[in-house]
């Protein structure tokens, strides 16, 4: 298994953090490289299931995810199967005052060899992801109003 742990303080309360980070259908809102996500289902939290598209080097890449985690204010977890592994990614909150420590980490159970060998050769790039994601979470958090815009979702 692959283990990943990356951390930031982002100057924003922990509920402004945790809306941006597990309202799910708002991702395309915040996030350029998410295309769309459909809705799998009618929940939301817990159990909530969605597919998110992403731009990835002028590809399209689909991803079914599974929200298994969900506890305001504090964390979010969402487990994926894609590509031989299950990716597993936790998004920790610590609010301390106006700013909130996010810890994210994603631990990748690879399932069939070619993973097995890759995913550990690949921390690194997987390191800077993540630190891309909370560099665009920070961003988001920190623009007047950003969080409030809106874009239509597909079911």
Known sequence: MTRVSVCRTIPAPAARVFRIIAD????????PEVIRVEMLNETR?????????????????????????YEPDR???????SHGTVWDTCFDL???GDATRLTVTMHARAHSILPRIL???MKRLFRRGIRGHLEAVARVCTT?????AKRPVQR
């Open 75 to 81: 964390r979010v977890r969402m487990v994926a199967d």
């Open 144 to 148: 007047p109003h950003s969080a409030d």
């Open 119 to 121: 995913n550990p050769m």
């Open 45 to 69: 939290g817990a159990g909530c299931r969605f597919v998110e598209t992403r731009q990835h080097r002028g590809k399209q890449m689909r991803t079914e995810l599974e929200m298994t985690e």
């Open 24 to 31: 799910v259908e708002r991702l395309p809102d915040h996030f």
């Open 94 to 96: 610590d609010p301390s």
